[in-house]
Every structure is written in structure tokens, then in C-alpha cells.
């Protein structure tokens, strides 16, 4: 009785290893590579080992798989109206199997759209995409390239998205971008997916998955990245009180010629931001005459009467005809408050 022993030995075990997603998105065997095996078969015939008979060389070429992944860094950066070359960050990572170059672009979301960092509500002027020299550090003197080149399997390049923050956006504001890189052919030329059966040479398959707004296997990838506005917001209220008059002394006191008037000026700052040197500018009507060493300062939304004299008050002249308090910082969801007093002409 004949025994038959059949044994196949691979040559490239790692290609048929259980347990590799082609999900996790690493770039694999290099395109292009060739793959070999031969399989052997060892017998016996009548309990006695026979030379192995070998097979012929099985060979195939590794294709390509277009993928990559984009991730922003550090949206939503926090930024302030009129603010100039604001930064956001992402990694671009090439996770094909072959070496590829990326035509990038950068653009204003339409108003409205969810960033992910909440809707965007204002565009950005100037919007740019500039690739990172390798220090990590946006400079436009350095960072010039507008696209990626030759970048290596696996390999990664930083990409900065820059545009000018409008001196008309307000607290709370979101300016939404979306960022773009499409793969290229490592001499920078359109790729083109291979259709039909697999061919021996080099095809082509568009293995990514979709982002933001591109969907699976376009050879691109999108994500959105994200700037929030932080604000003072400044409200001004001025009142007056009459405080006594030559008749009535402070009795129901009555705004006549020789009354003494006080002015109280609150301002607040309702916005996420701290107000940086606050002053308050007050010029004197001409009808009045500003009663010297009256000035007096403090927080709150509501002007008291016991507050320390500060001192306050510049002159143009004789006598004075500018009130002027200088509070320097007013800190977010605070209040300040200056007051002094004038005699009716």
C-alpha cells in the first residue's frame, strides 16, 4: 500500500499572515516587488522516502493601493478680529505602497457648514496652504512649497493652513476650512485606476476612504479644520445725577445754573476675551465746569459714590475739558466704572 505525504513550504509566509487588515491602512509590500514561491512534495513508496519533487516558480508583481489619511492637529486654534497669517495644522500620511506626490488646496467653508468645531459663521481672507520645511513651525519665509512631493511610504508631511482673521468678526465666531489632498504619480502626473482583470504588470487600485467631503476610493482625502474667534465685547453706559443746586441744596436738587452734576460711566465686557488698555475718554460739555479732584474709579457695573478719590483727569488747557480714566485690563464678564462731578454754567 502506497503513502502519500503532501507538504507545501511558502517562501513569503508575512504575505499570509492571518489577522492583517487592509484597514489598518499601513503601506505593505512596496509596488512593483516581486513575489516568489515553490512548493514541494515529499512520498514515501513502500515506507521508503522518495526525493522531493519540486513545482514550477509561482511569480506575481505586488500592485499598487492608493490610500492616505489627513488629520488636523489643533483645531479649533483660538484667535481675535483683525488677527493676520493665523495657523492651523494637519498630518498628512501616505499609507500606499508606493511612492506619491499630493496636489493640495485650502478654502473657506460655505457659512452654515458643521466643522465639527461648531457652524461656520464667517470666511477668512487670504485663505493658503503651505507644506512644513521639517521644523514644525509655520514661517513663510521657509514653509513655501504648496505641495507634497516623493513622499515615501508610510511617510508623513505637516501642512499648514494660513488666512487673515476679518476685523468685523465677533466673539464666538467659527471660520470653517477644508483642506484637500489629492495622490499624484510620483512624477507629479494624474494617476488612473487599472480596470478590467488583473494585468502583470503595475495596476492600480483606489483603496482610500472617504473624509469630508470626497468619497471612497477618488484617490483624495478632505478634512475640515476649524479657527475660533475670542472677543472683547465693550458696552459703554453713561447716566447723570443731580447731586445738589445754590436753592435746594441735596434736597430734590433740580438741574439749574450753579447745580453740581455727576456723571457715571460703567463699562462692561460681556465677551470670552480680556479688553487690554481700556480707556475712557470723556470730553466736558461746554456748558459745564469740571469740579477738580472729583474723579473716582472702581469695579463693578455700578458707580460708588464711596470709592477713593484717584486723582484722575487731563487738562487742555485750564480748566479741565477731558476726563480721562485708564483701566488697562478689564478681564472677560467684568465690569469697570468711572465718575466725577461738573457744575452746570
Do not use: H
Not at 512593483?32 to 514561491?37: I, P, Y
Not at 506619491?100 to 461656520?120: C, E, K, P, Q, R
Amino acid at each position: 500500500m502506497f503513502t502519500k505525504k503532501l507538504t507545501f513550504y511558502w517562501a513569503v509566509i508575512g504575505l499570509l499572515a492571518v489577522g492583517v487588515s487592509p484597514l489598518a491602512f499601513a503601506a505593505g509590500t512596496t509596488a512593483g516587488d516581486t513575489v516568489s514561491n515553490t512548493a514541494t512534495v515529499s512520498y514515501q513508496v513502500g515506507g521508503v522516502d522518495q526525493a522531493d519533487v519540486d513545482s514550477n516558480e509561482a511569480t506575481f508583481t505586488v500592485d499598487r493601493v492608493i490610500r492616505m489619511t489627513l488629520d488636523q492637529n489643533d483645531s479649533p486654534v483660538l484667535t481675535v478680529p483683525g488677527a493676520t497669517a493665523i495657523v492651523t495644522s494637519y498630518t498628512l500620511t501616505n499609507t500606499s505602497n508606493d511612492i506619491l506626490d499630493f496636489s493640495l488646496s485650502a478654502a473657506n467653508v460655505t457659512t452654515g457648514t458643521s466643522t465639527g468645531f461648531g457652524a461656520d459663521s464667517i470666511d477668512g481672507a487670504a485663505v493658503a496652504v503651505y507644506v512644513d520645511n521639517g521644523d514644525g513651525v509655520f514661517n513663510a519665509a521657509d514653509d513655501t512649497s504648496t505641495s507634497v512631493d516623493n513622499l515615501d511610504e508610510d511617510g508623513t508631511a505637516t501642512i499648514f493652513v494660513v488666512l487673515n482673521v476679518p476685523s468685523t468678526a465677533i466673539d464666538g465666531d467659527i471660520l470653517g476650512v477644508l483642506l484637500g489632498a489629492t495622490a499624484l504619480d510620483s512624477d507629479g502626473s494624474v494617476l488612473s485606476e487599472t480596470s478590467g482583470a488583473n494585468t502583470a504588470g503595475i495596476d492600480t487600485v483606489f483603496g482610500d476612504l472617504s473624509g469630508a467631503v470626497d468619497s471612497n476610493g477618488d484617490a483624495q482625502i478632505t478634512v475640515y479644520g476649524a479657527y475660533e474667534v475670542g472677543s472683547a465685547t465693550l458696552s459703554v453706559a453713561k447716566s447723570s445725577t443731580v447731586i445738589s443746586d445754590p436753592f435746594n441744596g441735596t434736597t430734590d436738587p433740580k438741574s439749574i445754573p450753579g447745580a453740581v452734576i455727576e456723571y457715571c460711566i460703567v463699562v462692561e465686557n460681556s465677551g470670552s476675551t480680556d479688553a487690554d488698555t481700556v480707556e475712557v475718554n470723556d470730553p466736558l460739555p461746554t456748558e459745564t465746569t469740571y469740579v477738580a479732584g472729583s474723579v473716582m474709579t472702581g469695579t463693578g457695573a455700578a458707580c460708588d459714590s464711596s470709592a477713593t478719590d484717584t486723582g484722575f483727569g487731563s487738562t487742555s488747557g485750564t480748566p479741565v475739558d477731558t476726563v480721562t480714566a485708564s483701566f488697562g485690563t478689564v478681564t472677560s464678564t467684568s465690569a469697570v466704572w468711572v465718575s466725577f462731578q461738573v457744575i452746570l454754567n
